[in-house]
């Protein structure tokens, strides 16, 4: 039998960079990675990425040109990915204590796994640690005639389609349908979003709910609401989607439906069931610290049924490794406050609260707001839409952000900065910035505040 003192099971973010720690520091690892088109994990693969990668591209006209070309970026995408996969194989298989798996792991007791490999050949694995980071997949609803659907497909297969789509209707107006009715659009397909959910963007305050939805209208990106989705039939070189918006039956056509309907933790076949590892509707349950319900396991990342970003994947490595090699004190209370972007066009990134919640908590605030062609970068980059609005406390505290505009993504890790380190929100009115930048926006946003 194969032993190791750390065995990981998925080569997610939390579990390549505690690998590569481990190692480094002399512990044998060994990483079991089920695809070898996985390397790295679903982020670089098949998610934030390589959707970055064609949001990004679906902006940039080719040179010369008003067009832009979507099989060409489809190209440029496999080929950075394709780089990226081998970089982080690399990052971690070279490393003397490392031993990388590539195939299926399943426990068949609280310290061994059996590894089954594409050859159909199996080997057990016995680890003193265990780590879980297998990560989500998408939820793929009850809906008569989808999954058999010959146009339907998730996210991880969209991002690799040859084909533009001429007719995409995207069922979930979450963060992937948002992001992709985006690109796909810019690229040039008629985008229509059909969502469950009686209101827009129901996690956002309603006023940039409201700017979003009107950017859409412009862009030609259709909405619907409140759309429960019936039945889908392929009918020849397309699939028509029966659906009952607000009570009323509608039919809609699409040529490629993407399912965009939220994500569910990896948990089926590992053989759970063979151990004391407890599980809910989310994921594995976890305690502060990441600690399964058995002493030498730990779930990390989208498994563990918390909120789905690399970044809090990143971080549920600092608190085992904080266990592991540090002071022990870090848990999963200091991922309460954190940002999130919604890469659209500009890009959408809030952080802590809005004002709707501050209002409905009795919160007392000061509003700051300007609109984000205020700023001189936004016409350099050719698009000043949108605003940049925060919220102050009576103390001066920053109380939270909503940032519409373009490299609002960059834009919030400053006021991130600025609230986890407790700054009057007078550091960032006054603090000098290089020019021509949207990070200034900070000075004129907090002037308005005095
Ligand atoms: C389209 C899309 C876009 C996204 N964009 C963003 C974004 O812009 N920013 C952001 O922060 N987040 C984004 N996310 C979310 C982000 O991708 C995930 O939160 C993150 O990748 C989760 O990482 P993880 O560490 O949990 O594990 P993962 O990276 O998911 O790794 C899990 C690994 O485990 C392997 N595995 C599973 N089961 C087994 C098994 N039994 N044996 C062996 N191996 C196994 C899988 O093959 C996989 O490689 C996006 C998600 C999607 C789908
Ligand atoms: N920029 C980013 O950080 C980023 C980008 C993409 C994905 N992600 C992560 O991936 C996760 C999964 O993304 P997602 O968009 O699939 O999930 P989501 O939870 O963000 O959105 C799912 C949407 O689908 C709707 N829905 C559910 N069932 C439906 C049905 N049967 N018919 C119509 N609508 C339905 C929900 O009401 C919701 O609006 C996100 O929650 C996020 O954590 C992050």
Known sequence: MREAKNVFIGFGKAAKTLAFKLAQAGESVVMIE???????????????????????????????????????????????????????????????????LTGWAKFIDEHTLTVSYANGQTEQVHGERIFINTGAKAILPAIPGLVDSKFMVTSTEMLDQARLPQKLVIIGGGYIGLEFA???????AQVTILDNKAQFMARDEREVAQAVHAQFDQAGIEVVQDA??????????HAEITATVAGQPQTFVADTILVATGRVANIAGLGLENTAIKTDAHGIVVDDHLRTTVANVWAMGDVRGGAQFTYISLDDYRIVYDQLKGAGKKSLQEQELVPHTVFLNPPLSTIGLNEEQAKAQGTAYRVAKIPAGAMPKAHILGNPAGYLKALVAAD???????????????????????????????????????????????NDLFETLG
């Not at 985006?182 to 040039?188: C, I, L, P, R, S």
């Not at 429960?228 to 009918?235: A, C, E, L, Y």
């Open 228 to 237: 429960q989705v019936t039945r889908v039939t392929d009918v020849g070189t």
């Open 396 to 442: 001066d505290q920053i109380l939270g952000a909503t940032l519409y505009c373009e490299e609002a993504y960059e834009v919030i890790n400053l006021i991130s900065l600025a609230m986890h380190h407790h700054l009057p929100y007078q550091v960032l009115r006054d603090q000098i910035f290089a020019h021509p930048t949207m990070s200034e926006a900070l």
């Open 182 to 188: 985006t690109t796909y659009q810019q690229f040039g």
């Open 34 to 100: 089920g695809s070898d088109q996985m390397y790295g994990g679903t982020c670089i693969n098949i998610a934030c990425i390589p959707s970055k990668l064609l949001y990004t591209l679906s902006m940039a006209p080719v040179v010369g040109t008003k067009t832009r070309n979507y099989q060409q970026a489809v190209l440029n995408k496999r080929s950075v990915i394709g780089g990226l996969r081998t970089k982080n194989l690399h990052k971690i298989a070279d490393l003397p204590a490392v031993t990388v």
